[in-house]
């Protein structure tokens, strides 16, 4: 009888798969505080956008060029006049003036100095076209304005209609905080907006960003980068085609194709996203790819990450994939402790173990792994834990329970509340299910309280087994041996072996009951002393009389397929049927049924009864194919 085909495959599977949520040391988040972060991060960005938005509103009113409003696009340097300012020459060492050589050009040697509104222009000489209201200026330039902005240079080209400066060789904008290199920059001063696209560098407290394009608002603090764009701190180098930063606050919007990579750790994927490189918080959009060094990876519609706190939360059409265990989690909301390794899945979790080819699917509402409590500094126990609707699927056995534990420590299995085990044409159940593995195989099942072992015949008749206590043990994967201990009932269909006829149905009842298997059928049967049993023809059986007290077939709620794993249930004690008319009794019992007397074939008390057997109580093979893995791409379940 096939009752108990817990394999090595299965037990690797629920033990080996469930301790993947510790593996995305980067991306998820502590049970105790779910969404928490989620939180956290959206008021940061939504304060963050507050303040960006009332700076930009104070700059409009002080300014009509409306800085805010152009941040995100170059400017044109052929800006019309804006109601233009005389440029004042403050003073020069030397003034040259020759109008047949230089036809309107001042040429000014020493100490210059230029006004226009609230900038001082300083150089070493110039030509001044006061007639154009502009000028060239040569070595040390620098422009001063309202002792906030600096800007050093070679060479200067500025026209006061428009406000525009063109500094170009060893140039450096200042701007507090925040350092500006190129090669050669634009500004103008009518946007208050510089710009390059030649290759520049902007440093400030935080970071140091490259790019060959870029744009920055000294107003708003606020900095553009396009092409080839680098964001590097001492933590963590960023690559992006386009970039949205601010100098003040540090904060970074992935608005491009970018990669973040925390060094000798993690890899961040991302086409949109907030990332705070001053608290070094992110929040990753747009199905964002998290891709540790050992080759895990996390994929999240919504992905909230505290590098500081190692703390994580992603939200969903999660993935998370591990493959050195060949597992992945699925799920809407995902979180992880990195401090504490206390992981969690929520909202249609999954668990697929493809590290066999036959693969398994495990889903319930809630799925725990975290450390346990006795783990040291040297020595590291997982404990995984399921809660509510745990269904479980592999195409040998399928599994459904209301709660489910497993730790390392002592590499136990417990299945908690109505647990119920399938394999092939048998199924296990009963208040208690506990599986002990050694080498990732399981030794020994052990049912408690009200145990039953069903076995379903060809012709819809079915074997069965129970007590108060069942314990059955395997050898490679195969039951060897069955024990039941305490009330032991057992109903059984014999065939003829020649014929395969039903020759009746066989009851017997013990204080204990030993089943030995070989080759996957029943070879001996060991009635301890004080037993009985009789033998009926099924014809004279009411339908109470071919089922134990505690029958019953979970045929309907057995998940077949993928899907089956989501399907809920509400999960009720089996009903207690009536008590068979057509049953022994241990002697000393009064039968209550002299018809059936004759029928019975009652063993003396006092002996112990052993009985071969050829006819098998094992499963009977369907020979059909319940795998629905065949054709799945395992390695192919994320969408990079």
């Keep these: 009888m096939k009752l108990y085909r817990l394999n090595k495959s299965l037990v690797r599977a629920l033990i080996m798969t469930f301790l993947a949520f510790t593996f995305i040391s980067g991306l998820i988040a502590q049970t105790s505080r779910p969404k ?5 991060i959206l008021q940061s960005k939504t304060k963050e956008d507050k303040r960006t938005t009332s700076t930009s509103r104070k700059n ?6 409306r800085v805010g409003a152009t941040v995100l696009k170059p400017v ?69 304005q309202a002792d906030t902005l600096t800007v050093y240079g070679d060479f200067l080209n500025y026209n006061g209609n428009t406000k ?22 634009y500004y103008d001063r009518n946007q ?11 440093v400030d407290g935080q970071n140091t960003l490259t790019s060959m394009w870029g744009q920055y608002s000294p107003a708003t603090k606020v900095a553009l980068f396009k092409d080839q764009v680098k964001m590097t701190n001492p933590d963590a180098n960023m690559t992006t085609d386009t970039l949205k930063y601010n100098t003040s606050s540090s904060v970074a919007d992935i608005v491009g194709n970018s990669l973040i990579v925390y ?27 998290v891709e540790q060094n050992d080759g895990k990876t996390l994929i999240g519609d919504t992905i909230f990450y505290d590098k500081k706190k190692k703390y994580g939360e992603a939200f969903s059409d999660v993935e998370l994939t591990d493959p050195k265990q060949k597992s992945t989690l699925t799920g809407n909301f995902v979180s992880y402790d990195e401090i504490s390794r206390v992981g969690l899945a929520t909202d249609s979790a999954l668990l697929i173990d493809w590290s066999t080819r036959d693969s398994l699917f495990m889903s319930a509402d809630t799925l725990i792994s975290m450390r346990d409590s006795v783990a040291t500094d040297s020595v590291s126990f997982n404990m995984v834990k399921a809660f509510k609707n745990v269904r479980f699927l592999r195409s040998d056995i399928q599994g459904m329970c209301d709660s489910l534990l497993y730790t390392s420590r002592d590499s136990i299995l417990h299945l908690r509340v109505l647990p119920v085990l399938w394999s092939d044409n048998n199924q296990l159940m009963g208040n208690k299910m506990t599986a002990y593995t050694k080498n990732q195989k399981v030794e020994k099942v052990h049912i408690e309280q009200s145990g039953i072992a069903i076995q379903k015949d060809s012709l819809n008749y079915f074997n069965q087994l129970s ?31 020649k014929t395969g006829e039903y020759i009746g149905i066989n009851k017997t009842l013990s204080s204990y009951v030993t089943m030995y298997f070989k080759d996957k059928k029943v070879q001996r049967i060991v009635l301890t002393t004080a037993s009985s049993g009789a ?25 077949l397929k993928v899907d089956d794993v989501f399907t809920k249930y509400v999960r009720t004690e089996p009903p207690k049927r009536q008590e068979s008319t057509k049953r022994p009794s241990f002697p000393g019992e009064s039968s209550g049924n002299s018809t059936d007397a004759a029928s019975k074939t009652n063993r003396p008390s006092g002996t112990t009864n052993r009985t071969n057997t050829n006819n098998s109580m094992g499963p009977v093979n369907s020979g059909g194919n319940m795998n629905p893995l065949n054709n799945l791409n395992r390695r192919g379940m994320i969408q990079q």
């Design 36 to 40: 928490q972060l989620r939180n956290e």
């Design 60 to 65: 409009r009113l002080g300014n009509p060029s």
């Design 76 to 144: 044109n340097p052929a800006a019309k006049n804006r109601g233009s300012s005389m440029v004042q020459l403050e003073r020069s060492n030397t003034l040259l003036y020759n109008q047949d050589l230089y036809p309107g050009i001042q040429i000014l040697l020493g100490n210059v100095v230029f006004r226009h509104d609230n900038a001082l222009l300083f150089c070493d000489s110039a030509y001044f076209y006061e007639q154009a209201n502009s000028f060239d200026a040569f070595s040390n330039v620098r422009i001063v």
């Design 164 to 185: 525009l400066a063109r500094i170009w060789d060893n140039v450096k904008m200042v701007n507090r905080n925040t350092v500006l290199t190129t090669n050669v920059l």
């Design 192 to 202: 208050n907006l510089a710009f390059y696209d030649t290759g520049g560098v902007i």
């Design 263 to 289: 060094k000798a750790e993690t890899d961040i994927y991302s086409q949109r996203g907030w990332y705070d490189t001053k608290n070094d918080r992110m929040m990753l959009l747009n199905r964002s790819l």
């Design 467 to 497: 007590g108060k206590e069942i314990t059955a043990y395997l050898d490679s994967g195969q039951l060897s041996k069955v024990y039941v201990n305490g009330n032991a009932e057992t109903i059984y269909f014999p065939k003829d072996d």
């Design 535 to 559: 033998m009926y023809p099924i014809s004279q059986m009411e339908e109470n009389d071919l089922y134990l007290r505690n029958f019953f077939w979970y045929e309907t709620e057995r998940p």
